[in-house]
DNA sequence: TTGAATTTGTTCGTATGTATT
DNA sequence: TAATACATACGAACAAATTCA
């Protein structure tokens, strides 16, 4: 083992009073660090031992603050290779609304019927745009998604992939990325803990699966009403899941 | 205590296949670890030193798992005194937003301008479900708030934090905290912001100041048509500031 | 295919600041 | 004032993953 080492001071902690209330000052510098220069996500980042240089702080300080921004989806690491900015994707948001939706004592179900809810209105208040933009208009790649959950559906299987993919779809004729994200962020809340707590999807499949055709239908119309009332349909099932 | 240290023993990594992607393993620990006693925000987690010895890690470790959790408002920290469950609010969710502001290429106010647009259908999207259950009502609160606005924009201060309850309380008549919580959180991205920006609030507050007060009226008088005019009305000093 | 260099991951030991008693 | 319990920080060594010659 060697121990050898002389204790000696190193005289660490001399300046930086340290105000741990903010974010570590040390995580703060990384963040001005990419700000500064404009980084987009997947540009690299100093090395850690590069990040100690520069910043005068210890490896393990400089770890810690990584860690923090990892989790916030801020910066990427990977092993062996090297840390890289993020994407910032709401993955943060999921992870915190997922592990309430588990830690919900009493109806436990509270937390899950709201996210159900919020879907359900930001899916209808965007009616009026999209019927402007889709009236009378094809839309072939919606149509063929609602055709596999179809077919899937009838084999009994599950159309997860294809539902999201719908709303993401749908959502982005709006031209407002950060609501398709929520959106979207939303229904991966639903589907990782319906499942983590036992709820087995019923029959109502099918009814889903028309709900979405029906939006569809409505859009072409241009008839805000009709798609508003699909959208309640489709929900419908999830509502009936979750009392 | 002084158990003496023996070398062999101990020896970490040797289970557990470390899969690096989720979530480093001990967060998924002390995450279990709240999730199976079902501690609520405020309960006490075990000191670093318990959490070493109960999940077999190091120190470090576990003070990186901790960062991460502490960043995502799983857990917080109080220097000195232990580590308890937190709220899990959606910090991190603003903090996430906030970052993509500030790094926003090109025309810099996307993201800005995709928060305001979602609070402005957050706000309109309810407006059945307020007309329905405020109708004729009194409101003495509200108008309260409103009141102390016009006060203070007369008097050439902010009145930022009346703004931000006005809407909390609002929304709290919906029943869905987590919309509420949403909400705030929007609304705190566009505070955080503008100012970094550079971005100063012209003399349109007077415009946003009577907008709370008509949105109040409308409901008073069951007008959901109303409300909802208001509401755009409410914003729109925001979006000519944006564009 | 081997192997060295680079980079992140983990651990141990130690010293220090802070709040509680 | 002192003691205790706890979080904060530093530094060194080794393990594991990745890349490239």
Do not use: C
């Amino acid at each position: 083992m060697s121990r050898s080492k002389e204790p000696s001071a190193a005289n660490p902690r001399d300046a930086i009073p340290r105000r741990g209330g903010t974010g570590s000052s040390t995580v703060q510098a990384i963040k001005s660090h990419i700000l500064d220069r404009g980084l987009r996500p997947g540009d690299p980042l100093p090395t850690e031992a590069e990040l100690v240089q520069e910043l005068g702080v210890s490896r393990s300080s400089v770890r810690e603050a990584i860690r923090t921004l990892v989790s916030l989806d801020l910066v990427e690491v990977r092993h062996g290779h090297g840390t890289t900015v993020g994407n910032m994707s709401l993955a943060p948001f999921i992870t915190g609304l997922v592990f309430r939706s588990l830690l919900n004592p009493d109806g436990h179900l509270t937390t899950l019927r709201e996210v159900v809810q919020l879907r359900e209105g930001i899916d209808s208040m965007v009616a009026l745009q999209l019927v402007e933009r889709l009236r009378g208009e094809e839309m072939p790649e919606l149509e063929a998604l609602v055709e596999r959950m179809r077919e899937r559906s009838t084999a009994g299987e599950s159309f997860m992939e294809e539902d999201q993919e719908f709303h993401r779809l749908l959502l982005n004729h709006v031209g407002n990325d950060l609501a398709t994200e929520l959106v979207v962020a939303l229904w991966e809340v639903n589907t990782i803990v319906v499942p983590l707590l036992g709820i087995a999807a019923p029959d109502d499949i099918r009814d889903t699966v028309e709900a979405h055709g029906d939006m569809l239908k409505a859009l072409r119309a241009g008839d805000a009403d009709a798609y508003r009332q699909a959208v309640v349909a489709h929900y419908r099932p999830l509502h009936k899941i979750l009392d």
